[in-house]
C-alpha cells in the first residue's frame, strides 16, 4: 500500500494511491510558470510586488491544472488570508438570513472567508464596541441594517473605515459616501397597494414591520403614498412585529369587523398570523377579505389559500453589497456583479376582488 505523499509547508496532505490522483500543489504549479513557489503566493494573495506577465503567466497556469489554493494551509503557514466581518441582529429572520447568504456566496467566489457577529438588540454600540466584534484587527466589515441595532452598528463605524451595509434606506443624516445597498420597499408597497385597490377595495389596512429608523419605515410610506395619491385617507397603522404570532394577535379584532375588506401585512410572517385570524373570525379569503404579504418566503405558494405577495432579492442584494465592499478594497480588480433584481408583485389565492355591498 502505498503512503500518502508528505504535504510541504503551507499545503494541505494530499492521497496517492489506486484510481485517486494527488491533489495540485503550489510547487506544482511553479514548477509549470517557471517560477518560484513564492511568487506563486503572491499571485494567489493579489501582492502588487509581481510583473504583469509573470502574473498572467502564473495565472494561467493555475487554470490549467486547476489548481485551489487550500485557505487553511495558508494561513498556517503566514500567508494573506482576506475576510470579512458580517454584522447582523438576527439571522433568523427571513431578509437578513437570505441577505447573509448572498454575502456568503459572492465573498467565497472572492475567495474571502467570512464571519459572523450578531448584535444584541438592546445594547448601545460604540465604535470600540464593534471593533471588539472584529475577527482580525481593522477587518472590513458587512452590516446587515435592516433593523435599529444594525443600524446603530452602521452608524458607529468611523466614516474612513473599511465598510458596506444593506439597509432600509440611505439615510441623509449620515450621508459620508460609504456604500449602502436596498431595495426600493417604499415603491413595492405602493404598487402592492395600487393593486388592491385595483381590486375595489374602498381602503387598504396596513400591519407594519419594525422600522431601522426612527421614522416610519418604507413600506408604510409606500402604502400611504398609494393611498393618498388615490384620494383615500389612511387607515391607523396595526402594529404587526415581526412574527405570525404578532400578526394574529394584531389583527383578531380588525378583522372581525366587516368593513374591513384588505389588508397588507409587512412580511409574510405577519399575514400568516392574519390569515390565522380571519379564519377564526369567519371571514372568507379571498371571497370577503383579501390578505397581502410581503418578501415571498418560500411557504408563501403553500399556505391555504396561497399567499399572495411581494417578491425581494435579498439574495442578491447581499451580492451586491459585497461587491460594492469589494471594489471599496480593490477597485482595479473587484469585479462588477449584477444588480439585484427589483421587487416584484406576485399574485396568487389570497387576494380578489372587493365584496360586492348591498345598500
Known sequence: MQKPTPARPGEAPSEQGGDRQRSVNIWDVAKAAGVSHQTVSRVVNSSPRVKKTTRD??????????YKPNRLARA???GVVRSVTVLTSDTTLYGASLALRGIEEAARAADFAVSVSVLDDNSPLTPDDVAGRLARPGEPVLVIAFNAAGERAWRALPADFPAAAVVERPQEEHADGRP????DDRAAAAQATRYLLGLGHRTVHYMTIPSSTTRVGQRAEGWRDALTAAGHSAPEPLDGGWSPRSGYLAARRVVADPQVTAVLCG????ALGVLRAAREAGRDVPGDLSIMGFDDAPYAAYTHPTLTTVRLDFEGLGRGAFGMLHRLLDPEN?????????????????TGPA???TA
Open 355 to 357: 365584496p360586492h355591498r
Open 57 to 66: 503567466r502564473v495565472l494561467k497556469v493555475i487554470d490549467e491544472l486547476g
Open 267 to 270: 412580511n409574510d410572517d405577519l
Open 180 to 183: 449602502e445597498a436596498w431595495l
Open 334 to 350: 473587484a469585479p462588477v456583479l449584477p444588480l439585484w433584481a427589483e421587487p416584484e408583485l406576485i399574485v396568487r389565492e389570497s
Open 76 to 78: 498556517l503557514a503566514g
